[in-house]
């Protein structure tokens, strides 16, 4: 996918809004560079999402009514979805403010070849995640989950949130993490730049590969506070 429209590229990711007002995420929206053209949403956004209409109408409908005003300022919105929040996709595909991406997707901004994640899928140490996660975002799971009645959905999702939480708490920071092996396979497609969250770390790294000099991205928070990154493009 190609951007044409030059502007700076804003990035967030592992947000967890927790619903109502935040105003840690919303000062961050409020620092947002006057130029912005785009901002993409790379997953865990949402700190739990089903698609219903407590969700839609009551938890999230302030967060989600500053993020219509900004796309109709003439920002680009795109999503991209977590592992919190990747029921989110069903609901915001429907919503003609946004567009949502596939988790991973390669865009070209500003001549770069950038693959833009959420970051879950690079964390291949953690096989078990791994397995869960193709079981769990499957289609038939995805459709039972849609299907739930409204009681039965929202227990399910504090359930689940809390069995979340438990399972990271057990695992090693090695397991959590993104093994260079990882992102030397996405470079070796060609890639100039890694942009992803979902281990909540911030750093930049160089890695040369093919006789060229590549970067990585990883952000979402740092010393215990949310961010965001952003360059031109």
Known sequence: MVMTQSGQNVFFADLH????????????FDELPSDTSRVFL?????HV???????IDTLYASFLKRLRSLAHSGVQLFFLEGNRDFLASHY????????VLPNPTVLDLGGRAV???HGDELCWNDWAYQLYKTFIRSAPMRLVADKLPSAIKQNAARRMEAASQRIVKGKTQSTLAVPERAYLQVFSAGVDAIVHGHIHNTYQKSI????????IYCFGWKDGKRNMIHFEG
Do not use: M
């Not at 790379?42 to 949402?46: A, Q, R, T, Y």
């Not at 915001?92 to 567009?99: G, K, T, Y």
């Open 42 to 46: 790379l997953g865990d956004i949402f």
């Open 92 to 99: 915001l595909e429907e919503q003609p403010w946004i567009d």
């Open 17 to 28: 809004h927790p619903g109502g007002e935040n105003e840690e995420i919303d000062a961050l």
């Open 115 to 117: 693959y833009v994640g």
């Open 208 to 215: 040369e590969v093919q006789g060229k000099n590549r970067r």
């Open 49 to 55: 999402w089903i698609n219903d209409p407590y969700f």
